[in-house]
């Protein structure tokens, strides 16, 4: 398996087109048709099952794609950050964000730090939680933010603790949640609901519901913060969501309790690595900030 193969796959993946995904990856439909059919052969399944003008993804090439994608993402951190060193750009920081987490506190706190250090260049990356450890051990993230509830850090990497951000049940203007102060879990858990397939506690709420003898009515599940926040609106079900994550206007939302249920939203870098100045700059100002001054404003 190559890299070739990989974004010759992604393309087909995108487009469902073998001329389209040809032309796009700057290779004849032949080429890209041959690296195709090496990679089925070496996975030893079809990835992409053709019947005249009927081209989609099979199971394995579905399976395989969200595999695809992150090892694609991680080529390009990896060949941005080569290009900059060779480019002599060496003020530049790649920083991963968590997609649950929400820009309006840290897209203040990253205006501050380029207003001071107007020589760093950021370049942020969407990237799932799983994938942070080895993106930042690797050396392809300089540090990331992202959050825990609890579980154990790798010893290979460090935490520095920014705020505390409590989870909430978000729900549509009118609902009956707006009546009361906070919301049970289990009350939560008997509304139709809309699964965010990247929260944090998502299996401790399965889980709870499973105790609890609750069957509980999912109306979607997705990883898209912004569509499940924009269907909440529309009524479609309720969820909890972060509290500094709600971007969505005429979203109503009470705290969560019994139990409450919070996270710690934290820099992360490589603790075995010796930071660039423009790291450490990062994270001494990470370290110093007033993040309550942040909260606390509308």
């Given at each position: 398996?190559?890299?070739?193969?990989?974004?010759?796959?992604?393309?087909?993946?995108?487009?469902?087109?073998?001329?389209?995904?040809?032309?796009?990856?700057?290779?004849?439909?032949?080429?890209?048709?041959?690296?195709?059919?090496?990679?089925?052969?070496?996975l030893g399944g079809e990835l992409i099952h053709r019947e005249g003008r009927d081209t989609r993804l099979t199971e394995l090439g579905r399976l395989l794609r969200t595999y695809f994608e992150q090892i694609e993402r991680t080529?390009?951190?990896?060949?941005?950050?080569?290009?900059?060193?060779?480019?002599?750009?060496?003020?530049?920081l790649h920083i991963g964000l968590m997609c649950t987490i929400g820009p309006r506190i840290l897209g203040r706190f990253l205006n501050h730090f380029q207003d001071k250090n107007p020589q760093v260049l950021l370049l942020l990356?969407?990237?799932?939680?799983?994938?942070?450890?080895?993106?930042?051990?690797?050396?392809?993230?300089?540090g990331a933010f992202g959050a825990s509830h609890g579980e154990e850090r790798n010893d290979s990497l460090h935490a520095i603790e920014l705020f505390e951000e409590s989870m909430v049940v978000a729900f549509p203007q009118g609902h009956e949640?707006?009546?009361?102060?906070s919301v049970p879990l289990i009350k939560v858990a008997q509304e139709q609901y809309v699964d965010r397939l990247h929260c944090e506690f998502r299996d401790d709420f399965l889980l709870f519901c499973k105790e609890n003898s609750i069957d509980i009515k999912i109306a979607f599940r997705s990883q898209r913060e912004d569509w499940i926040q924009s269907f909440i609106r529309e009524g479609v079900g309720v969820s909890v969501i972060p509290e500094y994550?709600?971007?969505?206007?005429?979203?109503?939302?009470?705290?969560?309790?019994?139990?409450?249920?919070?996270?710690?939203?934290e820099l992360i870098t490589n603790n075995r690595a010796a930071p660039?100045?423009?790291?450490?700059?990062?994270?001494?100002m990470a370290k110093q900030y007033a993040w309550q001054s942040l909260l606390d404003q509308p």
């Open positions: 398996m190559d890299i070739n193969q990989i974004r010759y796959f992604l393309a087909l993946a995108d487009t469902l087109n073998f001329t389209r995904a040809a032309e796009n990856c700057f290779v004849s439909q032949p080429a890209l048709t041959q690296a195709i059919k090496r990679l089925e052969e070496e080529r390009q951190i990896a060949k941005d950050a080569a290009a900059a060193y060779v480019n002599g750009e060496g003020q530049e990356h969407d990237v799932p939680s799983c994938d942070m450890p080895e993106l930042l051990r690797s050396g392809a993230l300089d949640f707006s009546h009361v102060e994550s709600l971007l969505v206007p005429q979203l109503d939302y009470r705290p969560v309790c019994q139990p409450a249920l919070s996270r710690q939203v660039s100045r423009a790291l450490a700059a990062f994270t001494e």
